[in-house]
């Protein structure tokens, strides 16, 4: 009997001495792992908040004025009826620019839209940049729009600013037969990008 209790006292100190190892190895598994998920899920709330906080890039072509709309004639001339544009405005980056840009309107209507095709031709700034317009002229109901693509460049065309943008123009009209609007005071913005590109290229 004694020779019993001298062989199982080493086994079960040996067995008590491994679950208090054990137990003391989960305890400390535990309290590591709960920093490392609350710093994971505080990475991912920073994470979130940077992307939230990110600034958006505001347009390098960024201009607002007034104008007006003149007719040349109130005839139409070989399937074009003309007339000149000439706001003032004033943004970034030709800072105060005096548009003058003479218009070309085709007098047959689109079928689909309603609207008369455009295109303009002029300058700002006493040609210290020549401007091109791609649009449309319209009149929805009160006043006409007219809108488009407009191009910006230097006279000198080899390297300078450059700009790429829409225009948009708003005003009231008597709308007479010519689809170029004898306009009073017009709204214009014009919004894009600019920045310097060759032009010219070899």
Request: net charge positive.
């Amino acid at each position: 009997m004694k020779t019993n209790d001298g062989v199982l006292f080493p086994v079960k100190l040996l067995l008590g001495i491994t679950i208090c190892f054990l137990v003391l190895v989960a305890g400390y598994c535990a309290s590591t792992a709960q920093p490392t998920r609350n710093a994971s899920i505080a990475t991912l709330h920073s994470g979130a908040a940077n992307s939230m906080l990110t600034p958006v890039a505001m347009p390098s072509l960024l201009m607002e004025g007034k104008g007006q709309i003149t007719q040349f004639s109130s005839r139409c001339i070989s399937a074009s009826c003309v007339g000149i544009f000439r706001p003032t405005l004033r943004g970034r980056p030709f800072g105060k620019a005096d548009l003058t840009l003479n218009l070309s309107v085709n007098p047959a209507t689109n079928a689909f839209t309603g609207c008369n095709q455009v295109t303009g031709t002029g300058a700002i700034n006493d040609n210290a940049y020549t401007v091109n317009l791609v649009g449309q002229l319209c009149a929805p109901g009160i006043g006409y729009t007219l809108s488009g693509t407009v191009q910006i460049y230097s006279v000198a065309a080899a390297s300078g600013t450059a700009a790429i943008g829409t225009l948009l123009a708003f005003g009231g009209t008597n709308l007479p037969p010519n689809p170029v609007p004898n306009s009073g005071p017009n709204l214009i913005s014009l919004i894009g990008a600019s920045g310097k590109i060759p032009l010219l290229l070899p």
